[in-house]
């Protein structure tokens, strides 16, 4: 029972002998990590290493792409999500995820964009919509410069608006985890800077994992980061350590720019 | 001007060569799609000059054609039966349209989307004549005795639904015509779907959305397109000739009494007419007849075409993005 | 929460319940129709279907005029109408890009949707009313319905080829009509023979512009200026006689078009099947 306690405290995640294909490309493999809650977890690793699939297996949105197969056992709050009889739509709505590009819905206005998430849950009480629309984009930092304009569409904006845009739809639905999938990786050296301020503040209520190609970013955002090369993790340790004592020879290569 | 002013240029230096002569050419051929289309116009407004000067838009807005003793023509009821028509083969028949788009896009593995979207296209490969003969020997039978009496025991209290069935009709042509514009509805719809990025689906699902909330978010992101297919849809449906003949029972009147009776509609009238009229003034009538469904049908074409075209672009420029 | 989300799943079981079903109500007239095609058909099916001409009342007879007929007609309309679509569907693809070609891709698109009695009665105020209902004047009709069919799929066969072939001929100094005529056409050779079979797929089955450019013929071919008989017309008519041997013949008549329809179809998801 306290082994149990503690589970829950420490760890929102806990990967076992994950296993994840395309096809019959295998692009993980018995991947076995811990990933603790109220902090930033960074994945890193040359392209094509599997590190957004890995992103992707934790809300089980890997399986909605075409012959996408995945195996083993993602623990989330104790509760193995790919157990038989656990919903995967439920789960998704427990985590906001935050893609390479952002993806405002171009037909719905700012506000509409921020509320799908909550309309779609049936909440119909336009007070309560109001005021967590507005919460939400105080969040993100975005009401004082839309606030005026909350009908428009939400492809008006800038990119880097846009994507904080997406960050106040995930947050809208009051998830206990955000995932981000690269998410500065199209947007100006400015707005990156912003989003990236945001992530350490999410991390004081949620759990950010957040993949990146971009060391110098998981070096400034994260906690902990994982390294993963060939669909395997080699690494996985507190950031400090990582990035100034790595103890594999492949993670030194890759963080000092050898290859990647 | 300045295209001709260019090849004489060359031609006087002798630099005319092959690969100009084959512009020449392949430009030629393409403007000859132009001529023609004009060409058409000219033929038709030439063709019911006779109708046009006699009845002026009197033909439009009138309700009668007696070619036998007054020799009077007008198009009001035609224009009524086209459109009735029309509307209920798309009431019928968009529902299940995009029903099946969104299958093929959203729903059925990429294996049996391919057998079902060459079964679909197999329906738009039957000729119009065929399906007027299963209209007439299969369809209406069927109808007659089983579908609509059982409509009329439901629904007889409404005027729409009462009086007496023969089994050909306003509500049976409608029915064919439903058949016929499922196959245009739906591959276009589902081109419309599949153009739809990704992330945008990807973005509602990590929200928690289910597979059907999914596909209304695809559906209003694909909007314009859809309207665009129910468009071209409802091109097909005015225009269709030989089906509706067969089935409708080509009766010209003002308001039919029932959607179990017969009517007429513009295609119908001309195919049914066409090798009996007599004298100048009645071909020349069924000619204005033609051009009136060409110039209806010209404006949803051209209306479908643009609203298509808008949202592709709409795709295309935020992809970019 | 926990109620609202047991509704919306019954909504999404209901959808999906729905969009199958709509598959089934589209399938359920494509099968009744090629099913009563074939049964009512293959009663007809006879030697002296394929031999004999059009009967008159309560004799036997065929279809083979009719035959001869549709042959005679479409090939003229494929003389007229192919190298049109295809010489357009080369300009759309080679010179797209220029205003014009917009004009010429869209008026083309709206040309493919216009209803083809409309088509007809432009062949019947043009020929017909000059040199009488003759074959000139319903292949003249058919023509104008391939040409967009033909000039769109020569298009997209052509956009298919990779540039890396059209600039390795012109690197070789051939000049460019001919990398267009003799190398670039020909490889879309399989694309552009789909858009012409997929043309003669549609106008076999025309009827509506053959009543008023042709009308009504039960003889043989007797010259280019003169009616001849034709397939689906034929359907029209002996469908709406009172005749039992033209029924027969009409059902008859609509399976021998539907193995040709059903043949051009298989044959072309076999030629555009090889390109993935």
Known sequence: MVMQYELKTMYKFEVEDLNAWFGSKQVLKNIRMKIRDRKVTAIIGPSGCGKTTLLRCLNRMHETTPNARVSGKVFFNGINIYDEDVDPVQIRRKMGMIFQKPNPFPMMSIYDNVAIGLRLNGVKDRKKLDSIVERCLRMVGLWEEVKDELNASGVSLSGGQQQRLCIARALAVEPEVILMDEPTSALDPISAAKIEMLIRNLAKDYTVVIVTHNMQQAARVSDYTAFLYLGELVEYGPTKQIFEKPRNELTEKYITGSFG | MALKKYYFHKILNGEFKGDDMFKLVSNFFALSILLITGLMVYELVKGSWLSIQRFGPWFIVGTVWDPVFTQTFSTLPLILGTLTTSLIALAIGVPISIGVGLLLSEYAPKRFAWLVS?????LAAIPSVIYGLWGIFILIPFLRHNAYPFIQSALGFLPLFSGPIYGGGVLTAGIVLAIMIIPIVSSVSRDVFTAVPRSQREAVISLGATKWETCKIVMSYARSGIIGAIILGLGRAIGETMAVTMVIGNKFKILPSSLFDAWYTMAAIIANEFTEATYDLYVSALIEVGLVLLMVSLIVNILARLLIWRMMKFVRGVVQE | MRDSYSIRRIKDRLMLILVWSSLILALIPLFSILLEVFFNGVRAISLEFFILPTPTVGETGGIANAIQGTLVTLGLASLMGVPIGLMTGVFL??????????????????????????????????????????????????????????????????????????????????????????IVLSGAKKGIVTGVLLALARIAGESAPILVTMGYWRWWFSGFNKPVSNLALNIYLFAISPFENWRVLAWGSALFLMVLMLGINILIRVLTREKY
């Open chain 2, 118 to 122: 060459f079964l679909v296209e197999l």
């Open chain 3, 93 to 182: 693809s080679e010179y797209g890009g220029s205003k014009l070609s917009y004009l010429v891709r869209f008026i083309n698109d709206v040309l493919t949707g216009l209803p083809s009695i409309v088509i007809g009665i432009f062949g019947y105020t043009l020929i017909v009313a000059s040199i009488g209902f003759s074959v000139v004047a319903a292949s003249f009709a058919l023509a104008i319905i391939m040409i967009p069919i033909v000039a769109r799929t020569t298009e997209e066969a052509l956009k298919l080829v990779p540039a890396s072939i059209r600039e390795a001929a012109l690197a070789l100094g051939i000049q460019r009509w001919k990398t267009t005529v003799f």
